[in-house]
């Protein structure tokens, strides 16, 4: 029996962290025996909101890929590109945008707060606009049956639906199925410091951070703010550091939960023992990722096979849209 496919992908924007780890590396790494998987770096998205500074995004791409690869994405069982390597995006995005709604666009949540919360950039821009076009041309060109992603990008698998049904309708086809969300089951990691977890905040611990570095960011977590001495019993609920255990070590969670109620460790030893734990947990993946940080010539070669697999698929999809449009 074919398997059934998947596309998702990550905006190559900085370092990975921890979140994207729980939120959708490790979710991605347990999809690819069942599924038929393709996994895109968005760098056309990220350039949307980073224009004005692209100078990273190169070195963001590469350190991106080589996360995903020492996280156990296989080069061997899923298909790994770089989204401006297949033309066929921008193609679609724009015969996609052809039909597309100005008012879906502008009613999208996402799209009105970001808005709203990016003051550093210039997001109102035409292309801006169109961010969720160009990602139902992502998930359309290769015909996903499913999208494993996080709650925030719902509206955008809404949207990928509407354009993909008002395509059938228009051109009286079957070309485009409906993509559904796989939704990723996982508490949301907030930042160290209680806020979301960004970039710009500065407020996490990326997949490559040096042990030290973990070590004293995790000392600076706030914690139960009514804890002030040892011998205070705690409240878990309230401090961050307890859902860092829930997130990564479910297995002890409650462990920390009664010791801390019973006020029988402290937080800074507690805050230890979470830092040895992420180091123990991170380690294996900076081993992999080292030998293959070595290994220039590997990575491009997985790229390249990557490349021609998507080219393949889109090429395909292409052919087909091209000929409902007659062009
Ligand atoms: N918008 C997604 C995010 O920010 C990234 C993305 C781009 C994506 N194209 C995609 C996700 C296609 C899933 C499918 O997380
Ligand atoms: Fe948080 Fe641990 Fe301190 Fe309890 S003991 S408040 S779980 S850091």
Redesign the pocket.
């Known amino acids: 029996m074919n398997k059934k496919r998947i596309l998702s992908g990550m905006r190559p924007t900085g370092k990975l962290h921890l979140g994207h780890l729980v939120g959708a590396l490790s979710n991605w790494i347990k999809l690819q025996d069942e599924y038929d998987c393709f996994f895109m770096v968005a760098d056309w998205h990220a350039l949307m909101s980073e224009y004005e500074n692209p100078a990273e995004l190169k070195a963001n791409m590469l350190d991106n890929v080589l996360d995903w690869l020492a996280c156990g994405i296989d080069p061997g069982k899923s298909v790994i590109f770089i989204q401006s390597q297949i033309p066929e995006h921008l193609e679609l995005y724009f015969i996609l945008s052809l039909i597309t709604p100005l008012g879906l666009l502008e009613r999208c949540p996402t799209y009105k707060e970001q808005l709203r919360q990016v003051t550093n950039r210039d997001l109102s821009t035409y292309a801006f606009l169109g961010y969720p076009v160009l990602q139902a041309a992502d998930i359309l060109l290769y015909k996903a049956d499913s999208v494993p992603v996080g709650e925030d990008q719902l509206p955008h698998l809404e949207l990928t639906r509407q354009i993909a049904r008002k395509f059938n309708h228009i051109y009286k086809t079957d070309c485009f199925s409906d993509p559904k969300a796989l939704l990723t089951q996982t508490t949301r990691l907030l930042g160290l410091d209680g806020r979301k977890m960004s970039k710009s905040y500065n407020n996490y611990i990326a997949i490559s951070e040096a042990p030290e570095v973990i070590r004293k960011k995790v000392q600076g977590m706030f ?2 703010p009514a ?1 002030i001495r040892v011998t205070d019993r ?3 609920e309230k ?1 961050n ?2 859902y860092y ?1 829930e997130a990564f070590f479910p297995e002890i969670k409650d462990k ?1 939960h009664d ?2 109620v019973n006020a029988q ?3 800074t030893e ?2 230890k023992e979470l830092a040895d734990r992420l180091i123990g947990l991170l380690a294996p993946i900076q081993e992999k990722r080292k030998a293959l940080e070595k290994d220039k010539k590997y990575i491009q070669e997985i790229l390249s096979v990557g490349r021609e697999k998507a080219d393949l698929s889109a090429k395909k999809t292409i052919a087909q849209v091209k000929g409902l449009l007659k062009i």
Request: proline letters at 6%.
């Open positions: 914690t139960d804890r705690g409240h878990p401090c550091v307890y255990y920390v010791r801390c460790i402290g937080c507690c805050k």
